[in-house]
Nanobody, 125 residues
Framework: QVQLVESGGGLVQAGGSLRLSCAAS????????MAWFRQVSGKEREFVAV???????YHADSVKGRFTISRDNAKNTVYLQMNSLKPEDTAVYYC???????????????????WGQGTQVTVSS
């Protein structure tokens, strides 16, 4: 079964950058859809970005132009490059895997089979 481990979170000033990584176990990483979600205490987990197995990506309106999802299949790793960070980006960020690499409802939590433990991102003003 798939295990996901996020890293790269931390404290950064507004306007700064962070790069999150999610390392996945397993032999079929290239066939998975990989996504990033984020969650603030008391709120529902929110979709951030998805990278499908075919290589296409989609980003939530709130992060378009600032965040970029990418993957390195040789390293079984998905990344989230976060630029121009804002205080409202503060959240726990989770990576998720859908073993069906071409899901059509990428923004729904229920589409994903596996989740990482989360990594905290805090953006100060």
């Amino acid at each position: 079964q798939v295990q996901l481990v996020e890293s790269g979170g931390g404290l950064v000033q507004a306007g700064g950058s962070l790069r999150l990584s999610c390392a996945a176990s397993g032999r079929s990483f290239s066939s998975y859809a990989m996504a990033w979600f984020r969650q603030v205490s008391g709120k529902e987990r929110e979709f951030v970005a998805v990278n499908w197995s075919g290589g296409s990506s989609y980003h939530a309106d709130s992060v378009k132009g600032r965040f970029t999802i990418s993957r390195d299949n040789a390293k079984n790793t998905v990344y989230l490059q976060m630029n121009s960070l804002k205080p409202e980006d503060t959240a726990v960020y989770y990576c998720a895997a859908d073993l069906n690499g071409s899901n059509w409802s990428a923004r729904r939590l229920t589409e994903y089979d596996y989740w990482g433990q989360g990594t905290q991102v805090t953006v100060s003003s």
